[in-house]
Every structure is written in C-alpha cells, then in structure tokens.
C-alpha cells in the first residue's frame, strides 16, 4: 500500500500544485481554460491518438469487458437515481446526480496514470472505458433532461448527440487511431516522435490544469456532494468489479484496470454539463472537490488491491 502510494502521489501532489496555483490567483479562469483547451485538443488527442494506433481493436475490444463494465455502472447509476428521487429532487437534477456517481475523470487523470502505473497494456482497457463513458452515459444524460424539458424525444436529439460525438476529439482520436492501426502500418517515426512530444505534455498539463479549476469551486450541499463521492469512489468500482468478476467474468489484468478507472474521482465534463443545462452547478463542483481530495487514498488503496500491492 505505501508503495503505490508513492508511486501515486506525484500525480495528486501536481493536482495540489496547480490548486494552490488557483488558490493564489497566480493562475487565474482564463489561464486554466486555455490550459485546459491545450490538452484537451492537442496533448491528450495526440497521446490517445498514439495509444490507439498501437493498439488491435480485436485484441481490444471484449463484449464481457463491455457489459461488465455497463452493468456496475448501470446498478450505481440507478441506486444514485433512487437516492435522488427519495430526496424529491426533479428528473434533471437525478441525472446529474447519476452522472456524478458514474462518470470520472478518465480522460485527464486516469489515461496518463492508469498507463503509466499499470503498465501500457492498460491502454486499450483504460480507452475501451473511456469509450463507453463518452458514448454511452453522455448520450443517456442528453437524451434525458432534453426529453424532460421538451416533453418529448425528437429527431433532432439524436442529431445533436451525433454531432458532439463526431466534434470530441478524444473520440475522433481514438477511432482514427484504432482505423490506423487496422491497417497494419506503423505510426512513421517522425510522426510518432512528435506524438510522444505532445502526448508528453498530456500529464502535467491535464494534472494541473484539474487543480486549478479546483480551486474556483466554493463548496455547497456538503451532505449531497459527499453521498456522490462516496457513491462514485466506493460503489462504483465495487458494482463494477461484481460485474467483471462474477457476473460477466473478465480476463483479470483487464478487469483490474477497468476496476482501477471505476474508482476515479467524479470528472470535471460532469460540471460542463450541469453549467450548460444550469442543473445543479455547485452542487457538482462540490461532488468534484470532494472526490477528487478523498481519491488520494481510495485510488491508491484500489490500485493496490487489483495489483496485489
């Protein structure tokens, strides 16, 4: 256990860095959003990029990794569904509250740690999640609090969904990489120097760039936003790992990186959703604060049990 804590900590301490860098006005709104842009388009695309093209969707893709994965999510994301609706809260707000208990922050935090921690075999699991996440629980979230606010399901939706799938370039940088690599050819090597280079900067900056934005965040509903972590670091692997143990039985270094990217803390996508839709902002800027502290220890103690550390 002390030993992947002291293999984990740097990754938090640079989240720690940038929060007080936050914290002191040094790097202040704009500068995280422009940070936040540079990794988001460029270092982290060129990094999942790189992954993929390296990557064989058959020795990739598993329909019991899928279904594992989609089971414990689903039971979390209907427990924190019930949760809310027991508390009165409206349908928007229990889908937020939904996403919160399943979705973390896969991209920014668990791409680069995952790999670097587990192995770069960890990649195409750690993708695969990635994958159903984008594809899956965010379309299930748009198709709610529009379906509840228009009263209906139109075409139009699912349109809208298809377009901010086609516009994610974390999305479009895993298929064109999984599509590169189909074709058998290796990344030239000036070409995958350059990914590397940029791909490089996808750790630090995403690290910073999650404590930085921390730091603008003022706590509200403390008992809410602590249900939420605790739903998303604690249940959510949890379901997950009955569902890649037990229920769909998974090859066990896959199982344990799905089980290790479950216990994430709550993603930062998550608030862009609730500011875009105005449900419930602070609420799960909180969710994110909390977890995000709390994950210092729940993440090194699951990484630690699924690697026998």
């Not at 936040?36 to 093209?53: E, I, N």
């Not at 390296?54 to 020795?59: D, F, I, K, M, T």
């Not at 379309?139 to 086609?166: K, N, Q, V």
């Not at 070409?191 to 509200?220: C, D, Q, V």
Request: charged letters at 10%; glycine letters at 10%.
């Amino acid at each position: 256990m002390l030993a992947i804590l002291l293999k984990t900590l740097p990754f938090f301490a640079l989240i720690g860095v940038g929060y007080l860098a936050g914290r002191a006005r040094f790097f202040g709104a704009e500068a995280t959003a422009a940070l936040t842009k540079f990794v988001f388009y460029f270092a982290l695309s060129a990094m999942l990029f790189r992954f993929a093209a390296n990557l064989s969707l058959g020795e990739v893709f598993s329909w019991h990794f899928v279904f594992a994965y989609l089971w414990g999510s689903l039971v979390v994301y209907a427990i924190a569904t019930g949760v809310a609706f027991w508390r009165g809260v409206s349908i928007e707000e229990a889908a937020i509250e939904a996403q919160c208990a399943v979705i973390g922050n896969v991209g920014f935090l668990g791409v680069p740690m995952l790999v670097l921690l587990l192995g770069e075999a960890a990649a195409g699991p750690v993708l695969l999640v990635l994958a159903i996440d984008m594809i899956v629980f965010s379309s299930t979230i748009t198709l709610i609090i529009t379906g509840a606010r228009e009263g209906r399901m139109s075409f139009g939706i699912f349109r809208i969904l298809g377009m901010g799938l086609l516009k994610n370039p974390m999305i479009v940088s895993i298929v064109l990489g999984l599509g590169w690599g189909a074709t058998g050819w290796a990344v030239p090597a000036p070409a995958n120097e350059f990914l590397a280079l940029l791909g490089a900067a996808a750790t630090p900056g995403a690290l910073f760039a999650i404590g930085a934005s921390l730091a603008g965040r003022n706590p509200e509903r403390i008992e809410v936003a602590a249900w939420l972590a605790f739903a998303k670091l604690i249940l959510h692997p949890a379901a997950v790992a009955f569902g890649a143990l037990v229920v769909f039985p998974v090859e066990p270094y896959a199982a344990g990186v799905m089980i290790a990217a479950a216990s994430l803390p709550v993603a930062g996508n998550v608030y862009i959703l609730a500011a875009h839709y105005g449900v419930a902002p602070q609420r799960v800027s909180t969710a994110i604060l909390m977890s995000t502290a709390t994950s210092v220890l729940t993440v090194t103690a699951m990484i630690a049990m699924v690697t026998g550390g």
